[in-house]
């Protein structure tokens, strides 16, 4: 009788888990992605500007000095 119960319970525990993954694991999936989704469209929105407004977005690029790229080194190619 524990030899069948125990089959019982090993076939009830494996066909809930294969429903779950047939049927609850999408939905989850495609929740996950909805959402996901949202956040990203949120986060890259370009703001509706009214009309007449101004707004510039440009940074100039920040030259590099000479004196900071470091020392140079002068080399000659041997020829044997």
Do not use: C
């Not at 030899?3 to 999936?29: E, H, M």
């Not at 929105?45 to 004196?67: A, C, H, V, W």
């Amino acid at each position: 009788m524990q030899l069948l119960r125990t089959i019982l319970i090993i076939l009830l525990v494996y066909y809930g888990v294969k429903l779950f993954a047939r049927y609850i694991v999408p939905l989850l999936a495609k929740y996950f992605i909805r959402k996901a989704h949202k956040n990203y469209q949120k986060q890259y929105k370009k703001p509706e500007r009214k009309e007449g407004e101004i707004n510039i977005d440009y940074t100039p690029d920040k030259k590099q000095s000479l004196n900071d790229v470091g020392e140079y080194v002068d080399y000659e190619d041997l020829n044997e």
